[in-house]
């Protein structure tokens, strides 16, 4: 079954600090990965997308075939970091469909 | 701004009634996706279109429907509503062949 598991719903690290949101995916082929970040309930934006291996906000994420893992990572936290982030998962094909993790809370402390 | 549009920002309203939310995707996008986002759910897929067709349907209540219209644009259609459905309310959107759905701001429903 296609899935995607974050197993922190909530984490909380220091300014300056190193990060590293968590994602875990199940899937039989060869999916795409994307991080989606949400500001204080406003829109959902995409951050990064796997294909596209690019830093985006100081955040890098690398596919990890073999432990079919997608964690995002990001070397020193600011405090507008602070937000909620979703893992999404597409196995292409007709629909598009995104699968979603259930998000990391991320906060930043002073 | 992703270009995706939604009304109402805000709406309230009693138990027992019915309301509809509506999206605009962004200029050339195809396929819409419904979301339901609540404080001790997170985000909940309801329903895609595609192109004015139904093309998969989440966690969507029978008390909840949605249609996609000719110019493209989609009405989430929520009925009988409860407490419970107090949420925000997220379409989004993407292109036919590629997978970045983009987001609208959201109507945030408020039962009461």
């Known amino acids: 079954a296609q899935r995607v598991t974050q197993p922190e719903k909530l984490l909380s690290v220091f300014k300056g600090a190193p990060v590293e949101l968590k994602c875990n995916y199940s899937?039989?082929?060869?999916?795409?990965l994307f991080w989606y970040v949400q500001y204080s309930r406003q829109r959902l934006q995409l951050l990064l997308r796997?294909?596209?291996?690019?830093s985006i906000k100081g955040f890098t994420a690398d596919l990890n075939k073999g432990e079919t893992s997608f964690h995002l990572k990001k070397p020193f936290a600011q405090e507008e970091d602070s937000a909620m982030y979703y893992c999404?998962?597409?196995?292409?094909?007709?629909?598009?469909?995104?699968?979603w993790g259930a998000g990391t809370k991320l906060i930043i402390k002073p | 701004d992703s270009g995706v549009t939604q009304t109402p920002k805000h709406l309230i309203t009693a138990t027992g009634q019915r309301v509809t939310l509506r999206c605009s995707p962004r200029?050339?996008?195809?396929?819409v996706y419904w979301y339901q986002q609540s404080l001790d759910q997170g985000l909940q897929f309801l329903i895609q279109?595609?192109?004015?067709?139904?093309?998969a349907k989440g966690n969507i209540l029978e008390r909840f429907s949605a249609q996609q219209f000719p110019d493209l644009h989609s009405e989430l259609n929520l009925s009988s509503l409860e407490l419970g459905d107090s949420a925000l309310y997220f379409c989004?959107?993407?292109?036919?062949?590629?997978?970045?759905?983009?987001f609208g701001p959201g109507t945030r429903l408020t039962v009461l």
């Open positions: 989004a959107s993407s292109k036919s062949t590629r997978n970045e759905q983009f």
């Open positions: 200029s050339g996008d195809l396929s």
């Open positions: 279109y595609y192109n004015g067709e139904e093309r």
């Open positions: 899937y039989s082929g060869s999916p795409e």
């Open positions: 796997h294909i596209s291996r690019e």
């Open positions: 999404a998962l597409s196995g292409g094909g007709s629909n598009y469909q995104l699968i």
